[in-house]
């Protein structure tokens, strides 16, 4: 069978588009991006590229917004795509995983569902553990569905039919749906209702001695007087994103260059072969996802972030994060009522769930004097912090006193900022890719680019670098 000629799309990751009354100071420059509350969703097929160059078909949404206008919107988040022709002129942006939908909890949207797709399987449309759903939409139709947006939190939006192999060819995003307001007194959080354990976190980060704010937040706050002091510090910053999106899938190539041949296995058949070759976070692997701004966390201590895991792959995955722990604040949509620390949970298929991400000063930087102690004149830690000291100086003392090579005292260790922790899945052949090419299977960093003064660490290469600049992973202004 000759190949047919698709759309390739080359390690673009996840668009996103806002929808409705939606508005956050920094994470939305414009108030609402789809018109009237409607957004328009086509599934097509498409060859996405993989982290070593193969082409690899799959099914995936485009919306017809303008990934480079919606990054003026949502900051970070796909800057380029190849557009196709939609239907009367229109233009569609294609995107893999879907584009990631944020909309306010309570909005009425609707959604427009065309199936683009060959018409030898049956498509449909679903948010996961909600009553949303279109019936089956027959090839070259679309379907409209009008909702209320569910109660704040991280969703998952799939094609549910013929289960698991619709979602995995590709057809699964987000939907992030944010509460329309704080309850009486408190901080807002990403839900509706929070739990007391959850809304004390939130109205504690950046708001108490264990967790201090970053003081440029602090100065921000002061300056931008729009800002409600409900608002937590994880999203205050105009400027850079306080939550990222983790979405977790996974690619058979196999099964499907057969799908796209026309040969489709039943969903029995697809489960005992699918052998996980690839498997990615936000549509990357390897490199392009570990230094990639959409998937990279990137802030200063006091600066926590949202991490928001959704899982549409057929791989259990057990992600382990090193530097910091994280708060397990809901999981699939269940607001926890016992908040504990981690550092490591199983993200299973289907699964979404969200992590914070404190941003504390490394409790593991080793003893400047080698005694096995603390410093008994700062509160417990191991090295000086702000307001007497500085993260940055505290790493390059513990650079300093490494023991020496060949024989000289000078400072042969280049800075080691930004400083960087692994966030990796335990499930080792996941950090692997095509078979074995490792690292290329999900892994990534998240970096400490400053201190809780709120002055970014200067970057340099070696200790006699002239000319040191700051360093950022963040997106590019818009
Ligand atoms: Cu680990």
């Not at 893999?96 to 609707?110: Q, R, V, Y």
């Not at 099964?255 to 029995?268: D, K, S, W, Y």
């Not at 604040?329 to 504990?340: E, G, H, L, S, W």
């Amino acid at each position: 069978m000759d190949r047919r000629d698709f759309l390739k799309l080359s390690l673009t990751g996840m668009a996103a588009i806002a929808v409705g009354s939606v508005k956050i100071p920094g994470v939305f420059q414009n108030q609402a991006h789809a018109a009237d509350n409607i957004i328009n969703l086509t599934m097509m097929e498409a060859d996405v590229q993989m982290f070593d160059a193969t082409l690899v078909y799959h099914w995936v949404y485009a919306a017809d917004v303008s990934p480079v206008a919606a990054r003026n919107s949502v900051r970070g988040m796909q800057e380029q795509v190849t557009p196709v022709a939609g239907p009367a002129g229109t233009q569609l942006f294609p995107s893999f995983p879907g584009p990631a939908i944020f909309a306010t909890a309570g909005d009425t949207i609707t959604l427009n569902i065309t199936n683009n797709l060959p018409a030898n399987v049956p498509h449909a449309f679903q948010v996961v553990g909600t009553k949303i759903k279109t019936g089956p939409i027959p090839a070259g139709q679309t379907r409209s569905i009008t909702f209320k947006v569910p109660e704040g939190g991280t969703y998952m939006y799939i094609d549910p039919l013929n289960a698991p192999i619709n979602r995995v060819m590709g057809l699964h995003g987000a939907l992030v749906s944010l509460p329309a307001a704080p309850a009486a007194g408190h901080r807002e959080t990403p839900y509706s209702k929070p739990t007391p354990a959850v809304q004390q976190i939130f109205d504690d980060l950046g708001n108490s001695p264990e967790l201090p704010p970053n003081a440029a937040d602090v100065t921000l706050n002061n300056y931008l007087s729009t800002v409600p002091a409900n608002r937590g510090g994880w999203f205050l910053d105009p400027a850079h994103n306080r939550f990222r999106f983790w979405f977790l899938n996974s690619t058979d190539p196999t099964l499907n260059e057969e799908i796209r041949q026309g040969i489709i296995p039943t969903p029995a058949e697809f489960r005992r072969r699918y052998v996980a070759l690839y498997m990615m976070m936000n549509g990357r692997a390897g490199g392009y996802c570990a230094h990639h701004h959409d998937v990279t966390v990137s802030a200063m201590i006091g600066q926590p972030h949202l991490l928001r895991f959704l899982n549409a792959g057929m791989v259990q995955h057990s992600c382990h994060i090193h530097g910091n722990h994280v708060w397990v604040m809901a999981i699939n949509n269940q607001v926890r009522d016992n908040v504990f620390t981690v550092d490591v949970w199983s993200v299973r298929p289907m699964d979404r769930i969200d992590w914070m991400l404190p941003f504390r000063m490394p409790p593991d930087i080793p003893n400047k004097d080698f005694t096995g102690a603390k410093h008994s004149d700062n509160a417990g830690r191991a090295f000086q912090v702000p307001p007497e000291g500085n993260l940055a100086t505290a790493v390059r003392d513990e650079l300093e006193v490494r023991p020496i090579r060949n024989g000289t005292t000078a400072n042969l260790w280049p800075a080691q900022r930004p400083i960087p922790y692994p966030m990796h899945c335990h499930s080792e052949p996941s950090q692997a890719g095509a078979g074995g090419n490792y690292p290329g299977g999900l892994v990534t960093v998240w970096e400490i680019t400053g201190d809780v003064n709120g002055i970014p660490f200067e970057v340099s290469i070696g200790p006699d670098d002239p000319d040191p600049t700051i360093y950022t992973n963040d997106a590019p202004p818009a």
